[in-house]
Nanobody, 125 residues
């Protein structure tokens, strides 16, 4: 069982930055590939970014590529999402998610095993 708790959301002006954190419980964090998803108002949840178990492989949706950076610190059981050049359309509840994997270099876009409860990011124009 893995529990995920997101933090770092808030209100920011367009063009600004925020860093989200997701703290994971348990001693097996390094066995999980980690993702960030988001759900905007009136929209379906969508994939944002993924990082492999090792942290060496990352993948981004086209909508955030070049602006967002996903990273992880396995010693701290934490995954991060650095968000720069924020746009009003980035407004959403952001969720972190974990998927158990035996492969250190793999990432996943769906089929996650555990989810956090989310943190709200609001970008004003």
């Amino acid at each position: 069982q893995v529990q995920l708790v997101e933090s770092g959301g808030g209100l920011v002006q367009a063009g600004g930055s925020l860093r989200l954190s997701c703290a994971a419980s348990g001693r097996t964090f390094r066995s999980y590939a980690m993702d960030w998803f988001r759900q905007g108002p009136g929209k379906e949840r969508e994939f944002v970014a993924a990082v492999s178990r090792s942290g060496g492989v990352t993948y981004y949706s086209d909508s955030v590529k070049g602006r967002f950076t996903i990273s992880r610190d396995n010693a701290k059981n934490t995954v991060y999402l650095q968000m720069n050049s924020l746009k009003p359309e980035d407004t959403a509840v952001y969720y972190c998610a974990a998927k158990y994997t035996a492969y250190s270099g793999s990432y996943y876009l769906d089929g996650m095993d555990y989810w956090g409860k989310g943190t709200l990011v609001t970008v004003s124009s």
